[in-house]
Protein backbone atom coordinates (compact mmCIF):
# COMPACT_ATOMS: atom_id res chain seq x y z
CA UNK A 1 0.00 0.00 0.00
CA UNK A 2 1.70 3.48 -0.85
CA UNK A 3 1.71 6.07 2.01
CA UNK A 4 -1.98 7.54 1.32
CA UNK A 5 -0.16 11.42 2.26
CA UNK A 6 2.47 10.70 0.24
CA UNK A 7 0.93 9.47 -3.19
CA UNK A 8 -2.53 11.22 -2.93
CA UNK A 9 -3.54 13.29 -5.74
CA UNK A 10 -3.79 16.99 -5.66
CA UNK A 11 -6.30 18.60 -8.16
CA UNK A 12 -5.27 22.61 -8.65
CA UNK A 13 -9.11 23.61 -8.89
CA UNK A 14 -10.50 27.35 -9.59
CA UNK A 15 -13.50 29.18 -8.97
CA UNK A 16 -15.56 31.82 -11.01
CA UNK A 17 -17.25 34.44 -8.38
CA UNK A 18 -17.23 31.56 -5.25
CA UNK A 19 -18.54 29.00 -7.68
CA UNK A 20 -15.94 25.86 -8.25
CA UNK A 21 -16.01 25.86 -12.24
CA UNK A 22 -17.21 23.06 -14.14
CA UNK A 23 -13.66 21.82 -15.26
CA UNK A 24 -12.64 22.06 -11.58
CA UNK A 25 -15.95 19.80 -11.15
CA UNK A 26 -14.45 17.53 -13.88
CA UNK A 27 -10.80 16.74 -12.33
CA UNK A 28 -12.75 15.92 -9.07
CA UNK A 29 -14.40 13.29 -10.49
CA UNK A 30 -11.87 11.44 -12.81
CA UNK A 31 -9.51 11.81 -9.25
CA UNK A 32 -12.22 10.00 -7.42
CA UNK A 33 -12.42 7.21 -9.28
CA UNK A 34 -9.16 6.90 -10.02
CA UNK A 35 -8.32 7.25 -5.95
CA UNK A 36 -10.34 4.50 -5.46
CA UNK A 37 -8.72 2.49 -7.75
CA UNK A 38 -5.35 2.73 -6.55
CA UNK A 39 -5.95 3.52 -3.38
CA UNK A 40 -4.94 6.94 -2.86
CA UNK A 41 -6.48 10.20 -0.91
CA UNK A 42 -7.46 13.67 -3.24
CA UNK A 43 -6.51 16.77 -2.02
CA UNK A 44 -7.03 20.31 -3.91
CA UNK A 45 -5.29 23.36 -4.05
CA UNK A 46 -8.05 26.90 -4.42
CA UNK A 47 -6.74 29.71 -4.90
CA UNK A 48 -9.82 32.33 -4.57
CA UNK A 49 -10.46 36.44 -5.05
CA UNK A 50 -10.91 38.68 -3.05
CA UNK A 51 -14.38 39.27 -2.14
CA UNK A 52 -16.99 40.23 0.31
CA UNK A 53 -17.57 36.28 0.50
CA UNK A 54 -17.03 34.69 3.27
CA UNK A 55 -13.99 32.23 1.94
CA UNK A 56 -14.04 29.76 4.59
CA UNK A 57 -17.95 28.61 4.04
CA UNK A 58 -17.39 28.78 0.22
CA UNK A 59 -14.18 26.89 0.58
CA UNK A 60 -15.46 24.01 3.00
CA UNK A 61 -18.52 23.80 1.22
CA UNK A 62 -16.34 23.54 -1.71
CA UNK A 63 -14.56 20.72 -0.21
CA UNK A 64 -17.29 18.32 0.92
CA UNK A 65 -19.11 18.75 -2.67
CA UNK A 66 -15.54 17.26 -4.53
CA UNK A 67 -14.98 14.83 -1.96
CA UNK A 68 -11.64 16.13 -0.99
CA UNK A 69 -9.66 14.79 2.13
CA UNK A 70 -7.48 18.35 2.20
CA UNK A 71 -8.36 21.63 0.58
CA UNK A 72 -5.34 24.38 0.82
CA UNK A 73 -6.28 27.90 -0.41
CA UNK A 74 -5.07 31.04 -0.79
CA UNK A 75 -6.60 34.11 -1.04
CA UNK A 76 -6.20 37.53 -3.13
CA UNK A 77 -5.23 35.58 -6.57
CA UNK A 78 -7.78 35.30 -8.97
CA UNK A 79 -5.68 34.30 -11.82
CA UNK A 80 -4.42 38.38 -12.26
CA UNK A 81 -0.73 37.40 -11.78
CA UNK A 82 0.12 33.81 -12.80
CA UNK A 83 3.62 33.76 -11.02
CA UNK A 84 1.87 34.60 -7.76
CA UNK A 85 -0.53 31.55 -8.30
CA UNK A 86 2.56 29.70 -9.38
CA UNK A 87 4.37 30.33 -6.32
CA UNK A 88 1.62 29.50 -4.02
CA UNK A 89 0.77 26.35 -5.93
CA UNK A 90 4.28 24.96 -5.62
CA UNK A 91 3.79 25.37 -1.79
CA UNK A 92 0.66 23.36 -1.59
CA UNK A 93 2.43 20.93 -3.69
CA UNK A 94 5.51 20.88 -1.19
CA UNK A 95 3.27 20.26 1.42
CA UNK A 96 1.27 17.97 0.23
CA UNK A 97 3.76 15.83 -1.97
CA UNK A 98 1.45 14.27 -4.36
CA UNK A 99 2.03 11.52 -6.39
CA UNK A 100 -0.26 13.43 -9.20
CA UNK A 101 -1.21 16.67 -9.85
CA UNK A 102 -3.98 17.08 -12.03
CA UNK A 103 -5.40 20.49 -13.17
CA UNK A 104 -7.33 22.23 -16.41
CA UNK A 105 -6.06 23.37 -19.74
CA UNK A 106 -7.00 26.89 -18.79
CA UNK A 107 -5.30 30.32 -19.42
CA UNK A 108 -5.43 29.89 -15.25
CA UNK A 109 -2.99 27.03 -15.26
CA UNK A 110 -0.89 26.47 -18.11
CA UNK A 111 1.71 28.45 -16.91
CA UNK A 112 2.42 27.77 -13.39
CA UNK A 113 1.84 23.91 -14.32
CA UNK A 114 4.82 24.26 -15.81
CA UNK A 115 6.72 26.25 -12.47
CA UNK A 116 5.68 23.48 -10.48
CA UNK A 117 6.72 20.74 -12.95
CA UNK A 118 9.97 22.50 -13.26
CA UNK A 119 10.19 22.95 -9.25
CA UNK A 120 9.01 19.40 -8.41
CA UNK A 121 11.01 17.81 -11.32
CA UNK A 122 7.84 16.18 -12.18
CA UNK A 123 7.21 14.57 -15.68
CA UNK A 124 4.49 17.13 -17.13
CA UNK A 125 1.73 15.43 -19.76
CA UNK A 126 -0.75 17.93 -21.38
CA UNK A 127 -4.35 17.67 -23.00
CA UNK A 128 -4.54 14.18 -21.14
CA UNK A 129 -7.41 11.81 -21.99
CA UNK A 130 -7.46 9.63 -19.34
CA UNK A 131 -5.78 8.49 -16.48
CA UNK A 132 -6.00 4.53 -14.22
CA UNK A 133 -4.48 2.50 -11.86
CA UNK A 134 -1.51 0.68 -12.88
CA UNK A 135 0.50 -2.49 -11.29
CA UNK A 136 0.15 -2.21 -7.65
CA UNK A 137 0.39 1.66 -7.34
CA UNK A 138 1.16 2.92 -10.29
CA UNK A 139 -0.78 5.99 -12.31
CA UNK A 140 -0.94 5.45 -16.12
CA UNK A 141 -2.12 8.57 -18.02
CA UNK A 142 -3.43 8.26 -21.14
CA UNK A 143 -2.77 10.90 -24.31
CA UNK A 144 -3.53 10.42 -27.78
CA UNK A 145 -0.71 11.41 -30.07
CA UNK A 146 -0.91 14.45 -32.16
CA UNK A 147 -2.66 12.38 -35.03
CA UNK A 148 -5.20 11.43 -32.63
CA UNK A 149 -5.43 7.73 -34.22
CA UNK A 150 -2.59 6.29 -31.61
CA UNK A 151 -3.06 6.11 -27.77
CA UNK A 152 -0.24 6.26 -25.51
CA UNK A 153 0.21 5.12 -21.99
CA UNK A 154 2.56 6.78 -20.16
CA UNK A 155 3.85 6.89 -16.20
CA UNK A 156 6.11 8.62 -14.40
CA UNK A 157 9.85 7.73 -14.42
CA UNK A 158 11.70 6.57 -11.71
CA UNK A 159 8.43 7.04 -8.74
CA UNK A 160 8.39 10.83 -9.71
CA UNK A 161 5.22 12.81 -9.23
CA UNK A 162 3.57 13.72 -12.58
CA UNK A 163 1.91 16.97 -13.32
CA UNK A 164 -1.52 16.09 -15.77
CA UNK A 165 -3.32 18.71 -17.34
CA UNK A 166 -7.13 17.98 -18.83
CA UNK A 167 -9.38 19.74 -21.34
CA UNK A 168 -12.80 20.25 -20.80
CA UNK A 169 -15.49 17.33 -21.28
CA UNK A 170 -12.50 14.46 -19.99
CA UNK A 171 -14.14 13.29 -16.97
CA UNK A 172 -17.38 13.25 -15.61
CA UNK A 173 -17.94 16.08 -13.01
CA UNK A 174 -18.04 14.89 -9.46
CA UNK A 175 -21.58 14.40 -8.81
CA UNK A 176 -21.30 15.84 -4.95
CA UNK A 177 -24.14 16.49 -2.95
CA UNK A 178 -25.42 15.93 0.69
CA UNK A 179 -24.43 12.09 0.72
CA UNK A 180 -20.86 13.49 1.34
CA UNK A 181 -20.14 13.83 4.94
CA UNK A 182 -16.21 13.97 4.95
CA UNK A 183 -14.77 17.07 6.48
CA UNK A 184 -12.21 17.93 4.66
CA UNK A 185 -9.29 19.49 6.44
CA UNK A 186 -8.68 23.29 5.36
CA UNK A 187 -5.17 24.63 4.96
CA UNK A 188 -4.84 28.34 4.25
CA UNK A 189 -1.32 29.24 2.55
CA UNK A 190 -0.15 33.12 3.72
CA UNK A 191 1.29 35.28 1.44
CA UNK A 192 4.95 35.75 3.34
CA UNK A 193 4.95 33.20 5.58
CA UNK A 194 4.02 30.23 3.22
CA UNK A 195 4.98 31.50 -0.17
CA UNK A 196 6.73 34.51 -1.09
CA UNK A 197 5.69 37.12 -3.76
CA UNK A 198 8.81 38.93 -4.15
CA UNK A 199 10.56 39.12 -7.38
CA UNK A 200 8.15 37.20 -10.13
CA UNK A 201 8.88 40.05 -12.17
CA UNK A 202 5.36 40.42 -12.77
CA UNK A 203 3.41 43.46 -12.09
CA UNK A 204 -0.88 43.66 -12.19
CA UNK A 205 -1.57 46.78 -14.14
CA UNK A 206 -5.53 46.32 -15.24
CA UNK A 207 -8.13 44.28 -16.09
CA UNK A 208 -9.84 44.59 -19.45
CA UNK A 209 -13.35 43.52 -19.84
CA UNK A 210 -14.59 42.62 -23.05
CA UNK A 211 -18.17 43.52 -24.12
CA UNK A 212 -18.40 40.30 -26.20
CA UNK A 213 -18.93 37.10 -24.26
CA UNK A 214 -17.00 33.73 -25.23
CA UNK A 215 -19.55 31.04 -24.82
CA UNK A 216 -18.68 27.71 -23.07
CA UNK A 217 -19.17 25.16 -25.94
CA UNK A 218 -18.07 22.04 -23.63
CA UNK A 219 -21.13 22.88 -21.77
CA UNK A 220 -24.00 22.70 -24.21
CA UNK A 221 -26.21 19.96 -24.96
CA UNK A 222 -26.14 20.58 -28.53
CA UNK A 223 -24.13 21.76 -30.85
CA UNK A 224 -23.95 22.93 -34.66
CA UNK A 225 -20.79 22.44 -35.72
CA UNK A 226 -19.44 24.06 -39.18
CA UNK A 227 -16.84 22.99 -41.44
CA UNK A 228 -15.29 24.21 -44.51
CA UNK A 229 -18.02 23.20 -46.47
CA UNK A 230 -20.26 26.31 -44.83
CA UNK A 231 -18.47 28.35 -46.62
CA UNK A 232 -18.15 31.29 -45.89
CA UNK A 233 -19.26 33.87 -42.42
CA UNK A 234 -22.94 34.16 -43.96
CA UNK A 235 -23.30 30.32 -43.44
CA UNK A 236 -22.16 30.95 -39.98
CA UNK A 237 -25.68 32.81 -39.58
CA UNK A 238 -27.83 29.47 -40.71
CA UNK A 239 -25.90 27.36 -37.76
CA UNK A 240 -26.25 30.21 -35.46
CA UNK A 241 -29.98 30.08 -36.14
CA UNK A 242 -30.27 26.37 -36.10
CA UNK A 243 -28.83 26.40 -33.11
CA UNK A 244 -30.75 28.62 -31.57
CA UNK A 245 -33.88 27.21 -32.37
CA UNK A 246 -32.26 23.31 -30.59
CA UNK A 247 -31.37 24.97 -27.79
CA UNK A 248 -27.70 24.88 -28.92
CA UNK A 249 -24.54 26.33 -29.57
CA UNK A 250 -22.13 26.88 -32.37
CA UNK A 251 -19.31 25.25 -33.20
CA UNK A 252 -16.68 24.55 -35.57
CA UNK A 253 -13.84 23.16 -36.81
CA UNK A 254 -9.57 24.56 -36.93
CA UNK A 255 -10.72 25.28 -40.96
CA UNK A 256 -13.20 27.76 -39.87
CA UNK A 257 -10.76 29.35 -37.65
CA UNK A 258 -8.05 29.86 -40.01
CA UNK A 259 -10.49 31.14 -42.36
CA UNK A 260 -11.48 33.99 -40.01
CA UNK A 261 -15.44 32.96 -40.21
CA UNK A 262 -15.64 31.71 -36.21
CA UNK A 263 -14.20 32.61 -33.10
CA UNK A 264 -10.97 30.69 -31.79
CA UNK A 265 -13.47 29.83 -28.46
CA UNK A 266 -15.53 27.50 -30.64
CA UNK A 267 -13.53 25.68 -32.44
CA UNK A 268 -13.66 21.82 -31.34
CA UNK A 269 -10.80 19.35 -31.95
CA UNK A 270 -7.03 18.35 -31.32
CA UNK A 271 -6.53 21.72 -30.87
CA UNK A 272 -9.39 23.23 -29.67
CA UNK A 273 -12.13 21.80 -27.12
CA UNK A 274 -13.15 18.56 -26.21
CA UNK A 275 -17.13 18.01 -26.24
CA UNK A 276 -19.58 15.32 -25.48
CA UNK A 277 -23.09 17.46 -25.91
CA UNK A 278 -25.85 14.76 -26.52
CA UNK A 279 -26.32 15.86 -29.96
CA UNK A 280 -23.68 17.10 -32.17
CA UNK A 281 -24.72 17.97 -36.06
CA UNK A 282 -21.61 18.37 -38.10
CA UNK A 283 -22.39 20.60 -40.93
CA UNK A 284 -20.17 20.56 -43.63
CA UNK A 285 -17.43 19.28 -41.80
CA UNK A 286 -15.07 16.36 -43.31
CA UNK A 287 -13.96 14.14 -40.41
CA UNK A 288 -10.19 15.14 -40.15
CA UNK A 289 -9.03 13.16 -37.31
CA UNK A 290 -8.24 16.28 -35.29
CA UNK A 291 -11.41 17.31 -35.02
CA UNK A 292 -13.02 13.56 -34.51
CA UNK A 293 -11.05 13.16 -31.56
CA UNK A 294 -12.66 16.14 -29.97
CA UNK A 295 -16.24 15.40 -30.92
CA UNK A 296 -16.24 11.47 -30.90
CA UNK A 297 -17.87 11.04 -27.71
CA UNK A 298 -20.87 13.09 -28.15
CA UNK A 299 -23.97 11.26 -27.35
CA UNK A 300 -25.53 11.01 -30.58
CA UNK A 301 -23.87 12.48 -34.38
CA UNK A 302 -25.43 13.70 -37.26
CA UNK A 303 -23.62 14.41 -40.42
CA UNK A 304 -24.46 16.15 -43.10
CA UNK A 305 -21.79 16.90 -46.02
CA UNK A 306 -22.06 16.34 -49.77
CA UNK A 307 -19.15 14.18 -50.08
CA UNK A 308 -20.18 10.42 -49.57
CA UNK A 309 -16.80 9.64 -48.51
CA UNK A 310 -15.96 12.52 -45.93
CA UNK A 311 -14.83 10.91 -42.76
CA UNK A 312 -17.52 11.98 -41.06
CA UNK A 313 -19.93 9.50 -42.09
CA UNK A 314 -17.57 6.92 -40.20
CA UNK A 315 -18.18 8.12 -36.71
CA UNK A 316 -22.26 9.41 -37.40
CA UNK A 317 -25.04 7.78 -35.99
CA UNK A 318 -26.71 9.73 -38.92
CA UNK A 319 -25.58 10.84 -42.23
CA UNK A 320 -27.23 13.17 -44.50
CA UNK A 321 -25.06 13.25 -48.52
CA UNK A 322 -26.31 16.38 -48.95
CA UNK A 323 -25.21 20.13 -49.52
CA UNK A 324 -26.13 22.42 -46.39
CA UNK A 325 -27.84 24.57 -49.18
CA UNK A 326 -30.98 21.41 -49.83
CA UNK A 327 -30.70 20.39 -45.93
CA UNK A 328 -30.37 23.16 -43.63
CA UNK A 329 -32.85 26.01 -44.97
CA UNK A 330 -35.90 23.87 -44.81
CA UNK A 331 -34.82 22.14 -41.56
CA UNK A 332 -35.07 25.57 -40.47
CA UNK A 333 -37.93 25.97 -41.60
CA UNK A 334 -39.52 22.97 -40.22
CA UNK A 335 -38.49 23.37 -37.01
CA UNK A 336 -39.46 27.26 -36.60
CA UNK A 337 -43.02 25.84 -37.72
CA UNK A 338 -43.14 23.48 -35.18
CA UNK A 339 -42.15 26.07 -32.71
CA UNK A 340 -44.89 28.26 -34.16
CA UNK A 341 -42.70 31.08 -35.12
CA UNK B 1 15.00 44.75 -28.47
CA UNK B 2 16.45 40.98 -29.43
CA UNK B 3 13.37 38.80 -29.76
CA UNK B 4 14.02 35.00 -30.33
CA UNK B 5 10.96 32.98 -31.68
CA UNK B 6 10.84 29.74 -30.53
CA UNK B 7 8.68 26.46 -32.55
CA UNK B 8 9.16 22.74 -33.01
CA UNK B 9 7.23 21.42 -36.72
CA UNK B 10 5.39 18.46 -35.42
CA UNK B 11 4.53 15.38 -37.65
CA UNK B 12 0.96 14.24 -36.88
CA UNK B 13 0.64 10.58 -39.33
CA UNK B 14 1.48 12.18 -42.75
CA UNK B 15 0.80 15.57 -42.29
CA UNK B 16 3.69 18.60 -41.08
CA UNK B 17 2.45 20.56 -38.61
CA UNK B 18 4.08 24.15 -38.53
CA UNK B 19 3.65 26.83 -35.87
CA UNK B 20 3.30 30.90 -36.98
CA UNK B 21 1.99 31.95 -34.28
CA UNK B 22 5.27 32.69 -32.12
CA UNK B 23 6.71 34.70 -35.58
CA UNK B 24 3.64 36.37 -36.46
CA UNK B 25 3.50 37.87 -32.54
CA UNK B 26 7.33 38.73 -33.06
CA UNK B 27 6.66 41.08 -36.53
CA UNK B 28 3.66 42.66 -34.34
CA UNK B 29 5.62 43.77 -32.17
CA UNK B 30 8.47 44.94 -34.23
CA UNK B 31 5.93 47.07 -36.16
CA UNK B 32 5.48 48.91 -33.04
CA UNK B 33 9.16 49.31 -31.61
CA UNK B 34 12.21 49.01 -32.87
CA UNK B 35 13.21 44.83 -32.65
CA UNK B 36 15.05 42.28 -33.76
CA UNK B 37 13.74 39.18 -34.43
CA UNK B 38 15.52 35.41 -34.55
CA UNK B 39 13.31 32.59 -35.80
CA UNK B 40 14.52 29.16 -33.74
CA UNK B 41 12.83 26.27 -35.74
CA UNK B 42 13.21 23.23 -34.94
CA UNK B 43 12.38 19.97 -37.25
CA UNK B 44 13.74 17.83 -39.81
CA UNK B 45 16.39 19.89 -41.77
CA UNK B 46 14.56 20.69 -44.97
CA UNK B 47 11.56 21.55 -43.93
CA UNK B 48 12.86 23.63 -40.57
CA UNK B 49 15.15 25.69 -43.03
CA UNK B 50 12.21 26.21 -45.22
CA UNK B 51 10.24 27.55 -42.22
CA UNK B 52 13.18 29.60 -41.28
CA UNK B 53 12.90 30.72 -45.17
CA UNK B 54 9.33 31.84 -44.28
CA UNK B 55 9.54 33.09 -41.15
CA UNK B 56 12.15 35.74 -42.83
CA UNK B 57 10.04 36.52 -45.82
CA UNK B 58 7.43 37.80 -43.21
CA UNK B 59 9.90 39.79 -41.41
CA UNK B 60 12.42 37.96 -39.34
CA UNK B 61 15.85 39.19 -39.63
CA UNK B 62 17.18 35.65 -39.65
CA UNK B 63 17.04 32.25 -38.46
CA UNK B 64 18.06 28.82 -37.45
CA UNK B 65 17.02 25.44 -37.93
CA UNK B 66 17.59 23.10 -35.35
CA UNK B 67 18.01 19.76 -36.29
CA UNK B 68 17.33 17.37 -33.12
CA UNK B 69 18.54 13.72 -32.72
CA UNK B 70 19.12 11.38 -30.18
CA UNK B 71 22.65 10.59 -28.95
CA UNK B 72 20.27 7.21 -28.01
CA UNK B 73 17.24 5.46 -28.22
CA UNK B 74 14.61 6.03 -26.14
CA UNK B 75 12.21 3.20 -24.82
CA UNK B 76 13.64 0.89 -27.65
CA UNK B 77 12.79 3.89 -30.26
CA UNK B 78 9.36 3.59 -29.68
CA UNK B 79 8.64 7.21 -28.68
CA UNK B 80 10.29 8.63 -31.58
CA UNK B 81 8.52 6.04 -33.79
CA UNK B 82 5.15 7.37 -32.49
CA UNK B 83 6.19 11.22 -32.91
CA UNK B 84 5.75 11.10 -29.08
CA UNK B 85 8.10 12.71 -26.84
CA UNK B 86 8.32 14.15 -23.67
CA UNK B 87 7.82 18.05 -23.19
CA UNK B 88 10.67 18.05 -20.96
CA UNK B 89 13.27 16.58 -23.60
CA UNK B 90 12.42 19.71 -25.90
CA UNK B 91 12.31 22.10 -23.61
CA UNK B 92 15.71 20.78 -21.93
CA UNK B 93 17.28 21.41 -25.91
CA UNK B 94 15.84 24.79 -26.30
CA UNK B 95 16.99 26.20 -23.29
CA UNK B 96 20.55 24.58 -23.52
CA UNK B 97 20.80 26.63 -27.32
CA UNK B 98 18.89 29.83 -25.95
CA UNK B 99 21.94 29.72 -23.19
CA UNK B 100 24.12 30.83 -25.87
CA UNK B 101 22.43 33.24 -27.29
CA UNK B 102 21.70 37.11 -26.47
CA UNK B 103 17.87 37.93 -25.91
CA UNK B 104 15.59 40.34 -24.30
CA UNK B 105 12.69 38.61 -25.22
CA UNK B 106 11.63 34.54 -26.30
CA UNK B 107 8.36 34.32 -28.14
CA UNK B 108 6.86 31.24 -28.01
CA UNK B 109 3.46 29.56 -30.21
CA UNK B 110 2.11 26.73 -30.35
CA UNK B 111 -1.51 26.05 -30.62
CA UNK B 112 -2.02 25.28 -33.80
CA UNK B 113 0.44 21.85 -33.25
CA UNK B 114 -0.35 19.95 -30.49
CA UNK B 115 -0.93 19.95 -26.80
CA UNK B 116 3.01 19.40 -25.98
CA UNK B 117 4.35 22.82 -27.91
CA UNK B 118 2.73 25.45 -25.32
CA UNK B 119 4.08 23.50 -21.78
CA UNK B 120 7.15 23.26 -24.02
CA UNK B 121 7.52 27.26 -24.10
CA UNK B 122 6.75 27.73 -20.81
CA UNK B 123 8.93 25.09 -19.20
CA UNK B 124 12.03 26.27 -21.58
CA UNK B 125 11.45 29.26 -20.11
CA UNK B 126 11.23 27.86 -16.57
CA UNK B 127 14.65 26.13 -16.68
CA UNK B 128 15.98 29.44 -17.90
CA UNK B 129 14.72 30.95 -14.74
CA UNK B 130 12.83 33.91 -16.40
CA UNK B 131 8.95 34.76 -16.42
CA UNK B 132 6.92 33.32 -18.84
CA UNK B 133 3.08 34.15 -19.36
CA UNK B 134 0.80 32.15 -21.69
CA UNK B 135 -2.21 32.96 -23.44
CA UNK B 136 -1.14 36.22 -24.85
CA UNK B 137 -2.78 38.68 -27.04
CA UNK B 138 -0.49 41.80 -27.20
CA UNK B 139 2.81 43.24 -25.96
CA UNK B 140 4.43 46.11 -26.54
CA UNK B 141 6.90 48.26 -24.96
CA UNK B 142 6.32 49.71 -21.77
CA UNK B 143 6.44 53.48 -21.09
CA UNK B 144 9.17 52.65 -18.33
CA UNK B 145 11.16 51.64 -21.77
CA UNK B 146 12.95 48.41 -19.80
CA UNK B 147 9.94 46.35 -19.04
CA UNK B 148 6.91 45.48 -21.77
CA UNK B 149 3.35 45.29 -21.37
CA UNK B 150 1.81 42.27 -21.82
CA UNK B 151 -1.55 41.78 -22.82
CA UNK B 152 -3.22 38.04 -21.61
CA UNK B 153 -6.82 36.71 -22.87
CA UNK B 154 -8.10 34.77 -20.01
CA UNK B 155 -11.97 33.37 -20.64
CA UNK B 156 -13.89 35.85 -19.44
CA UNK B 157 -11.47 38.77 -19.44
CA UNK B 158 -8.58 40.00 -20.28
CA UNK B 159 -5.57 41.20 -18.08
CA UNK B 160 -2.67 43.90 -18.92
CA UNK B 161 0.54 43.14 -16.71
CA UNK B 162 4.00 44.88 -17.24
CA UNK B 163 6.98 42.43 -17.40
CA UNK B 164 10.57 42.69 -16.89
CA UNK B 165 13.13 41.52 -19.40
CA UNK B 166 14.00 38.83 -20.19
CA UNK B 167 11.37 36.91 -20.24
CA UNK B 168 9.09 34.51 -22.52
CA UNK B 169 5.62 35.14 -23.86
CA UNK B 170 3.72 31.93 -25.29
CA UNK B 171 1.33 34.19 -27.92
CA UNK B 172 -1.94 33.17 -29.05
CA UNK B 173 -2.82 33.45 -32.28
CA UNK B 174 -4.27 35.94 -34.50
CA UNK B 175 -6.38 34.60 -37.10
CA UNK B 176 -8.02 37.64 -37.76
CA UNK B 177 -5.21 39.47 -39.05
CA UNK B 178 -2.34 37.13 -40.68
CA UNK B 179 1.24 38.24 -41.57
CA UNK B 180 1.81 37.85 -44.77
CA UNK B 181 5.38 37.40 -46.18
CA UNK B 182 6.47 40.59 -48.53
CA UNK B 183 8.49 40.84 -52.16
CA UNK B 184 11.33 42.05 -50.00
CA UNK B 185 11.51 39.50 -47.27
CA UNK B 186 10.75 36.90 -49.96
CA UNK B 187 13.88 38.35 -52.09
CA UNK B 188 15.69 38.20 -48.20
CA UNK B 189 14.79 34.87 -47.25
CA UNK B 190 16.27 33.35 -50.53
CA UNK B 191 19.76 35.32 -50.43
CA UNK B 192 19.99 34.58 -46.98
CA UNK B 193 22.00 31.54 -45.81
CA UNK B 194 20.44 29.57 -43.22
CA UNK B 195 22.28 28.11 -40.46
CA UNK B 196 21.55 24.92 -39.35
CA UNK B 197 22.67 23.43 -35.79
CA UNK B 198 22.11 19.55 -34.51
CA UNK B 199 20.66 19.66 -31.24
CA UNK B 200 21.05 16.26 -29.11
CA UNK B 201 18.14 15.23 -27.33
CA UNK B 202 18.86 13.34 -24.41
CA UNK B 203 16.95 10.52 -23.16
CA UNK B 204 17.34 10.94 -19.34
CA UNK B 205 16.09 14.68 -19.34
CA UNK B 206 12.47 12.86 -19.68
CA UNK B 207 10.40 12.27 -16.91
CA UNK B 208 7.77 10.02 -18.85
CA UNK B 209 8.51 6.23 -19.96
CA UNK B 210 6.00 5.14 -22.75
CA UNK B 211 4.40 2.13 -21.48
CA UNK B 212 2.41 0.83 -24.58
CA UNK B 213 0.02 2.03 -27.01
CA UNK B 214 -3.01 0.92 -28.79
CA UNK B 215 -5.45 2.19 -31.27
CA UNK B 216 -7.81 4.82 -30.48
CA UNK B 217 -11.47 3.31 -30.50
CA UNK B 218 -13.59 3.51 -33.60
CA UNK B 219 -16.80 4.87 -33.62
CA UNK B 220 -19.47 2.47 -35.08
CA UNK B 221 -20.51 4.22 -38.56
CA UNK B 222 -24.29 4.59 -37.95
CA UNK B 223 -27.06 5.04 -40.98
CA UNK B 224 -26.25 6.99 -43.84
CA UNK B 225 -28.36 8.06 -46.23
CA UNK B 226 -27.84 9.66 -50.55
CA UNK B 227 -29.68 10.28 -52.87
CA UNK B 228 -32.92 11.37 -50.74
CA UNK B 229 -35.52 14.03 -51.41
CA UNK B 230 -34.76 16.88 -49.10
CA UNK B 231 -37.90 16.13 -46.99
CA UNK B 232 -37.14 12.85 -46.47
CA UNK B 233 -33.90 13.96 -44.84
CA UNK B 234 -35.46 16.89 -43.26
CA UNK B 235 -37.96 14.26 -41.69
CA UNK B 236 -35.11 11.97 -40.58
CA UNK B 237 -33.18 14.60 -39.02
CA UNK B 238 -36.20 15.89 -36.72
CA UNK B 239 -37.85 11.97 -36.10
CA UNK B 240 -33.62 11.18 -34.27
CA UNK B 241 -33.73 14.05 -32.50
CA UNK B 242 -36.98 14.19 -31.39
CA UNK B 243 -36.87 10.58 -30.83
CA UNK B 244 -33.75 11.80 -28.35
CA UNK B 245 -36.01 14.00 -26.59
CA UNK B 246 -33.75 16.96 -27.49
CA UNK B 247 -36.41 18.85 -29.37
Known amino acids: ?341 | MKITVISRQVKAGEELRQDFTGIEAAIRLKEKTDAEVWALVMGEETEAVKQVRDAIAMGADGGTALVPFFAEEVNGGAEQASGVADTWIFAEAFAAVLKERDFDLIISGGFPTDGDTVPQGLLTAALLGIPAYSHVDKAERAESGKALRVVRKLEDRSIALESELPCLLSALPHREAPIYKTMPGINRAYAAEIETLRVELRAEAGKLSLLGTSAAAVRKRGETLSAVSTEEAVNTITARIAARHLL
Open chain 1, 1 to 341: MPDKRQGSILLLLEEKNGKITKLSAELAGGAAALAASCGRTVSGFLPVGESELSWRDVITENAAYLGLDRLYTAVGLDGRESRRTARAAIAAVKREKPALVLAGSTPFWTAPVCEVAREMQAALLCDCSGASAYGESGILLRRPDASGSVLCDFAAKDDRPAIATVRPGTFAAAQGGPQREKRAEIIFLREGSDYQTQGTGEHFLEEIFSRRKDKDISRARILVAGGRGVGGPKGFEQLRRLAELLGGEVACSRACIEAGWAETYMQVGQTGKTVRPELYIACGISGAIQHVSGMKDSAYIIAINKNPAAPIFDVADLGIVASLENVLPPLIKKLEEEKGE
